[in-house]
């Protein structure tokens, strides 16, 4: 079973910027974190979890959303088992709690996917107006 370690949410102020991180670990049977489709995912209080960004294999963009397209940038270093999430220009409504999943990639598909199996634990961010 994979692992994953979301971290670097906080509190800002509206306008400001974040970075989150999320380590992976624990992968057998011979495959590696660049085996993997990685994707952030928020969810804000009484709201529904939403797809943030997600990201193939080799660290190309495989989907943004567009609430947050200019502002948000996923990337990932295979080297370190790390998924990143620069969040710049905060709005108070990116307000949640942010999720890292993962999901083995099959030959033949995308990494734009919504199904993910491992998921981290999620790390808060608050933005103040």
């Known amino acids: 079973q994979v692992q994953l370690v979301e971290s670097g949410g906080g509190s800002v102020q509206a306008g400001g910027s974040l970075r989150l991180s999320c380590e992976a670990s624990?992968?057998?049977?011979?495959?590696?974190?660049?085996?993997?489709?990685m994707a952030w995912f928020r969810q804000g209080s009484g709201r529904e979890r939403e797809r943030v960004a997600a990201?193939?294999?080799?660290?190309?963009?495989?989907y943004i959303n567009a609430s947050v397209k200019g502002r948000f940038t996923a990337s990932r270093d295979n080297a370190k088992n790390t998924l990143y999430l620069q969040m710049n220009s905060l709005k108070p409504e990116d307000a949640a709690m942010y999720y890292c999943?993962?999901?083995?990639?099959?030959?033949?598909?995308?990494?734009?996917?919504?199904?993910?199996?491992?998921w981290g634990q999620g790390t808060q961010v608050n933005v103040s107006s």
């Open positions: 999943a993962a999901h083995r990639w099959t030959y033949g598909t995308s990494c734009n996917i919504f199904v993910f199996d491992n």
């Open positions: 990201i193939s294999l080799s660290g190309g963009g495989a």
């Open positions: 624990g992968f057998t049977d011979g495959y590696n974190y660049s085996h993997y489709c």
